[in-house]
């Protein structure tokens, strides 16, 4: 049962991450009305401003922190919960 619970909360965690990246890209390209200047676009990431790379940087680093964070909570204590029982 804790395995399972492990590999649920790990695949909760990537598509957790992987909506938080879809949804900062969004805001961001309703905010500046351009793509962000991310991996997944490097052209824009090398033609972009070097503040809109860092500040693109800081906001999905600190999203998919507080992500990261919730998941891991959230797992912990279903896995505590499977153990009790």
Do not use: C, Y
Not at 7 to 36: D, M, N, Q, Y
Not at 46 to 51: D, E, I, L, P, Y
Not at 63 to 74: G, P, T
């Amino acid at each position: 049962m804790k395995l399972l619970v492990k590999i649920f909360g790990t695949l909760v965690s990537l598509g957790a991450g992987w909506l938080g990246a879809k949804l900062v890209s969004g805001i961001w390209h309703k905010a500046t009305g351009e793509e962000p200047p991310s991996l997944a676009n490097p052209d824009k990431q090398q033609q972009a401003a070097a503040g809109k790379v860092l500040v693109f940087a800081v906001i999905s680093g600190a999203s998919a922190s507080v992500i990261q964070a919730m998941a891991k909570r959230w797992t912990q204590k279903l896995e505590a919960k499977a153990g009790a029982r």
